[in-house]
């Protein structure tokens, strides 16, 4: 009799379904996952792209992380925003950055942006949308700069601008209204910047700084908070009481630990060695 | 018919109406025993009175904005049957008073009950001939009554409301939602455009230090501006709309007009990654 192996399946396990629903229905659900409830954008510019993200993390109505990073690290050449769920969009890129790495070494080329789509776009899709990774891929290559948006059931676009997330309707009404091919370095960093301040002011979800990347042929520059709008105003007064304020009436100090020393001179007794 | 030979030969069951031989409100299936239960009587099979609670032909988004001498506002002339674009020649601007224009989104049908509501609060004004008219902010709070009332009701009128004039030489502006929430502001937009048209309606007064600083052709202009994203990126809308001035001269609607669009960057695109 031969024992059947088990063969491994891919997604996820899904056996604890119903058991979940039913305490869900008798009030103990599964915590909230925190949502970057966020606004990112990508455009392509005359010689590369620039990706700008906002810095707002939230769970639920409470903003988790007032300084979160979104935009991550791929490769030399390409850098991932992340929109959706923050551990998704965080495990899904590095994991990728880390697949996108021994094919470097094993073709020996720089990675194309195609290629870390392609990985991503399969991966999601194997996970039937249960990732909730929304993500807006940009990097250059051989073949010039790309510009993708990668969606958690993992369906792709190429286009020339982009937004995702809870604010892209107001970063993307900004890009419509302003967006034109071939903008020079600093028109396609201020038109970022504008996109992501229309999420950050309107949107609810996104709020704090923006950060910006700019990426071209010869360098890719990490601008970590390139605007700040929401900084914490300065408060006129302090609060510190001076030293003198409370007035010292009495003072007494009590040792709570008698501390007793006695030396007992013992000669000891030579060592019984017969 | 019963397709399955096994289940011939049996007389028919009476408890299963599998062809709706009889009018019932919610076809579970099951013989009604009573005529009032037929009739429905406002009470669908077991449950409690409801009325209509989705909008069937609606209009999208009105936008407002204020400027120096009055107040102007904007929406397309479409309305549609869910996905259908059904009537396009519907004129969601109407003139109330001399220097009143109610914008409205939302059930058509609603819409056209509020402007009979409207008129004959209009004629009840005249015959009291006591030397007013209904100004602004009057039909504003009448509307806003109304709309309440019927939210408390559970049965509300499906809109939201804009209503822009000039009232004592200053600009008016101010939307009613559904549920009867009153607000206003310098700029307003509902629909879609609260989230693609306000980012940018915002940001116009505020580079500009207030509404006192737009010229009338600035608010023509921004409110052209604001239509073209809407076109761009809001599936329920169309590139004919009309422009409603109000200011201390009087009220004017404009003729349908159209803005230009660009479409050429979709010849750059070919497929949607690889």
């Known amino acids: ?274 | 018919m019963d397709h399955f030979p096994t289940n011939w030969g049996n007389p028919r069951s009476e408890d299963v109406d599998s062809y709706n031989t009889y009018p019932v409100a919610s076809h579970s299936g099951t013989v009604p025993h009573s005529v009032r239960q037929i009739a429905g009587f406002g009470h669908a099979a077991g449950h409690p009175t409801s009325h209509t609670q989705q909008p069937v032909v609606t209009g999208t988004s009105v936008l407002g904005i204020k400027y120096n001498g009055g107040v102007m506002m904007a929406a397309d002339n479409l309305a549609s049957y869910g996905s259908l674009a059904r009537f396009r020649d519907v004129e969601r601007l109407h003139q109330v008073a001399d220097f009143t224009v109610l914008g409205a989104s939302g059930d058509m049908s609603d819409y056209q009950y509020v402007k009979h509501l409207l008129d004959s609060q209009m004629i009840k004004e005249y015959n009291a001939d006591d030397g007013h008219t209904l100004a602004t902010p009057n039909i504003y709070e009448y509307l806003w009554r109304v709309m309440y009332n019927r939210r408390s009701k559970m049965n509300p009128l499906w809109n939201t409301f804009v209503l822009g004039g000039v009232h004592k030489g200053e600009g008016f502006l101010g939307a009613i939602d559904l549920k009867g929430t009153p607000y206003q502001s310098p700029s307003i937009a509902t629909g879609f455009g609260s989230h693609l048209a306000q980012p940018i309606l915002r940001k116009e007064i505020e580079n500009r230090g207030g509404e006192e600083n737009i010229t009338e052709e600035d608010a023509a202009q921004i409110l052209k501006k604001c239509m073209k994203v809407l076109f761009y990126r809001d599936a329920r809308s169309m590139n004919k709309f009309q422009l409603a001035r109000i200011s201390a001269e009087g009220v004017k609607i404009s003729e349908p007009m159209s803005v230009e669009t660009e479409w050429a960057f979709a010849e750059k695109i070919r497929g949607y990654g690889a």
């Open chain 1, 1 to 274: 009799m031969t024992s059947r192996l088990q063969q491994t399946k891919g997604g996820f396990n899904f056996d604890n379904h119903v058991r979940n629903t039913m305490m869900e229905g008798k009030g103990m659900g599964i915590p909230k996952a925190t949502k970057t409830g966020t606004t990112i954008v990508g455009l392509i510019y005359k010689d590369g792209l620039v990706l700008g993200a906002d810095t707002r993390a939230t769970a639920g109505p409470i903003v988790a992380d007032k300084n979160c990073e979104k935009i991550h690290y791929l490769a030399p050449n390409m850098y991932c925003c992340g929109a959706g769920t923050a551990a998704d969009t965080e495990m899904t890129t590095a994991l990728i950055s880390s697949q996108l790495e021994l094919h470097r070494l094993s073709t020996g080329r720089q990675a194309r942006v195609v290629t870390a789509m392609t990985m991503l776009k399969q991966m999601l899709f194997k996970y039937q949308g249960q990732i909730g990774a929304a993500l807006i891929l940009g990097g250059v290559d051989i073949n010039g700069p790309h510009l993708y948006t990668i969606y958690p059931h993992g369906s792709t676009d190429k286009l020339p601008y982009v937004t995702m997330g809870s604010g892209s309707l107001a970063a993307m009404s900004v890009f419509e209204s302003r967006y034109k091919p071939d903008l020079s370095r600093e028109e396609g960093i201020s038109l970022v910047q504008e996109a992501i301040e229309a999420g950050i002011f309107n949107d609810l979800g996104s709020g704090s700084n923006v950060d910006v990347v700019v990426i071209n042929s010869e360098k890719v520059e990490v601008l970590r908070n390139y605007a700040k709008p929401n900084e914490r105003g300065v408060k006129e007064a302090s609060y510190k009481y001076q030293k003198g304020t409370t007035e010292i009436l009495k003072t007494s100090i009590r040792d709570l630990v008698d501390i007793k020393e006695t030396v007992n001179i013992h000669t000891p007794e030579a060592m019984d060695i017969s």
